[in-house]
């Protein structure tokens, strides 16, 4: 077995056992990953399939385990939001796109992964590291939300604005799921 | 000459007739585009050194010229955001970070660049196309915030989270600047 067998064999492994807070790969991306996974010069190392969330603000915040005070992968409702149970700490309001990193083994393999996630719209996608064994490709799009929400455990937004938030995130979400698709379409013309 | 350095000469012409809207380069942004332009191997193509703006929504919007309603590159307040005359459609309230386009003309410079990038803290940087005498690379970082801002010609936002939002955009564009200066500063290091 190569060098870049055995990272994606020890890679596939620790999936199984996800540390993640969430524990598992979000359903609408997971035909995309296995996909992914299947082809003998990739494999990802992590996925989001586009969330709306509320974090603690602050320095340093978004490496704490605990900074994440609600976090959801389907669309939204203001009640929803109303009910999530605050800390004292500043909060934020956000929806994250979809994103996914992808090892492959050689610049030819990332450019060519790289040029089938620019073409399904996923136009934040770049390659973001090499190693002699691992390129990294990040693949993400441009849609996002982020905007204050609490502070001292009280909402500071008001209803209106929840409201659009809520129907543009859920959007998004929508929009997100259907570059997924895309993604998952062209790989698929790609290795028939 | 070769065909990398007719393109950059091509291209730097053009910065001198620039066509956006702004008419010239951010300058916070400028020693580096300077700096990165006096390389033999490199030249920039589009630059921002982080900006506040109110932008009208709905489809393929960011393609329409007349689609920004304000921007500004330096620190905002709430007042100034009441002023800004309000068109009938909904438009968002965003800050944009830092954002650099570099062209360069092989994949061992394009990385050895990317690792500047990333190693002054721009997190959202990577190798974005290749064509055999023009690779691109996207160089970025992550501070954002993008809410809804207005429909009708009237602020849907609250004064508690406009203030807020000032607050964080005027932070976030510090920070952006400190990273400009980082990267200059790794760059210098380097060159020197």
Redesign the interface.
Known sequence: MDKFNKIKEDNLAKIKYDKSSKGSIDEPILTLVNQINSLPDFFTTSSCSGRISVIK?GKGITKQRNAWIFKKHQAITVEELKSIVLPKERCSLKFETVILHIATNS?DNA?KM?KIA?DSGWK???????KKNKIM??CSSTE?????FS?EGRI???D??LE??CN?ANEKLEKAHMKIKKFTKNLQLLTD
Chains 1, 2 share one sequence.
Not at 144 to 148: S, T
Request: without cysteine.
């Open positions: 603000d610049i450019f790289l620019r934040k996608s770049g390659i973001i590291s090499y490709l990040e996002v939300l982020a905007m204050p502070k500071i937004a008001n209106e604005i659009e938030f543009q």
